[in-house]
């Protein structure tokens, strides 16, 4: 578990190195950030300007980052929190997509959640740390809303797999772009 001296709830982590990460959360009316650059030992909020909860988030690198939440909040930020812009609807960047994966470590079986703004051909793979398909969850169309998908950490031939770090890879194809999500899913037995 993860102590951040925050009374706030969080809902997704992410390290993009050893030593920086990020936590997406917050309570309905106002969302919170925290950084680490020190691996986790101390957590320090960061500027979200007037977001909401902040349900996912997405870090290239210590600096640059996005991050989603209620109400379709986007913001965006290039220098580590220090500065944010924020999205409006009308003028969003380009669609993304994000799944999300609760629980995730898990035993059993997780849901895959994500969101389509529009019809698209679907693909949901997962692969393990070598980069080899473990399973297709679904491959083909889906209409636009709000999916969740079941998966019980089976390959394709419905062997249940081992403990370990496997992605998930979300890529949905609209209007001749692809789209793409990917998360780390832990599995502990």
């Known amino acids: 578990s993860v102590h951040t001296g925050s009374p706030y709830s969080f ?6 190195d050893t030593e920086n990460g990020y936590i997406a959360g917050g309570n ?26 902040l349900y996912s988030l997405h870090f290239t690198d210590p600096d640059t980052g996005y991050a989603v939440g209620y109400d379709g909040t ?3 930020t290039t220098n580590g929190g220090m500065g944010v812009v924020e999205y409006e609807k009308d003028n969003a960047p380009p669609e993304r997509v994000f799944i ?12 895959l959640t994500y969101n389509l ?15 080899e398909l473990v399973t297709v969850i679904h491959d083909g ?14 390959d394709h ?7 370990g770090v496997y992605y998930v890879v979300l890529e ?8 793409t999500s990917t998360q780390k899913l832990i599995i502990q037995r």
């Not at 949905?172 to 789209?179: D, T, V």
């Open 11 to 16: 809902s997704k982590i992410q390290f993009v």
């Open 28 to 53: 309905i009316s106002n969302g919170m950030i925290l950084h680490t650059s020190d691996g986790g030992q101390t957590w320090n909020p960061q500027n979200t300007g007037n977001a909401k909860f």
């Open 74 to 76: 986007i913001i965006h």
């Open 100 to 111: 999300r994966i609760a629980p995730n470590p898990f035993i059993g079986q997780t849901k």
């Open 117 to 131: 703004t529009q019809p698209s051909e679907v693909r949901l793979r997962v692969y393990n740390t070598l980069g």
């Open 141 to 154: 169309y889906q209409t636009a809303r709000t999916h969740t998908v079941a998966w019980d950490a089976q």
């Open 157 to 163: 031939t419905g062997t249940l797999l081992s403990n």
């Open 172 to 179: 949905a194809m609209q209007e001749g772009q692809i789209l």
